[in-house]
């Protein structure tokens, strides 16, 4: 991170610190490790290595000029993710979040292949298909219901504030049905990578972890048309049973900000 964009970072977050009478940040600029890789993709790795440079997995498969395209894709989601990662912290700790998953902010080697290669049977191509990629990094931000409100729009206004343009905002809080919460993507200004944003409470979250299992067994092959309505009908349960915070249905992306810039003054020589 260049010192001008760790300066007016510093600016933004104290001054969004003593807006909502909070402390100063300790650590906020600090990086945590990465992610491990996992024993998939490990086995992705060496299915790589067998098949000369291309991928299979799950009956997909990518050729090796398209698997070197989705290597590369990773390494500057790697890269990105040591500017942007700071930031979602920073913006935990002012906006009083928590910051749910971090260790699991980068998408998998071997999740992200098999989208990819699932966008390719579909007819897009290899570039296409990383074009539309939004979760390679991706955050959640929970509140409390009691503070979700003001949390989220405090941090979506610091990330506004940084340069980051908000491509997405999908607020599922007036839905009648359906997940609660809200998804959104942003787009680095130094890097211009996409990353996502999911912004929470503990109650919305839990319903999101709970539902994907149902979600998973409804789609497989085997899976009856009868067990698929029951299915359906637990996690609209699930959704409806979810509180919805005072204003949260009417929390909206925030408006594009020139970002805040800082810089030294060197004085002119005599």
């Not at 009478?21 to 790795?45: I, N, V």
């Not at 500057?76 to 500017?83: D, G, H, I």
């Not at 993507?185 to 996502?196: L, N, T």
Request: charged share 20%; hydrophobic share 35%.
């Amino acid at each position: 991170m260049s010192i001008n964009r760790t300066l007016h970072h510093a600016a933004a977050a104290t001054a969004l610190t003593a807006a909502l009478g909070t402390a100063s940040l300790p650590g906020a600029f600090a990086q945590g490790p990465h992610p491990a890789p996992s024993g998939k993709a490990a086995a992705a790795r060496a299915q790589q290595r067998a098949d000369g440079g291309g991928w299979r997995g799950d009956g997909l498969s990518l050729s090796a000029s398209e698997n070197r395209k989705v290597d590369e894709f990773l390494a500057r989601t790697r890269e990105a993710e040591q500017a942007i990662s700071p930031e979602m912290r920073a913006v935990a700790v002012a906006g009083h979040a928590t910051l749910i998953g971090f260790d699991q902010r980068l998408k998998s080697e071997d999740a992200l292949k098999r989208s990819v290669a699932s966008s390719l049977r579909s007819g897009q191509n290899v570039d296409a298909a990383l074009a539309r990629i939004g979760d390679s990094l991706s955050y959640t931000l929970e509140w409390p219901d009691g503070r979700y409100t003001k949390g989220v729009g405090a941090a979506s206004s610091m990330l506004a504030s940084w340069g980051n343009d908000n491509v997405r905002w999908a607020n599922a809080w007036g839905r009648e049905n359906g997940a609660k919460g809200i998804g959104s993507s942003w787009r680095d200004p130094q890097s211009g990578h996409v990353f996502e944003v999911q912004f929470h409470t503990p109650s919305s979250k839990w319903a999101q972890d709970v539902t994907r299992k149902l979600r998973e067994e409804q789609r497989l092959r085997g899976t009856s048309a009868e067990r698929a309505r029951e299915l359906q009908e637990q996690q609209e349960a699930i959704f409806a049973s979810i509180p919805v915070p005072d204003g949260a249905p009417t929390l909206g992306a925030p408006p594009a900000r020139r970002p805040v810039t800082a810089s030294r003054t060197v004085p002119s020589a005599p």
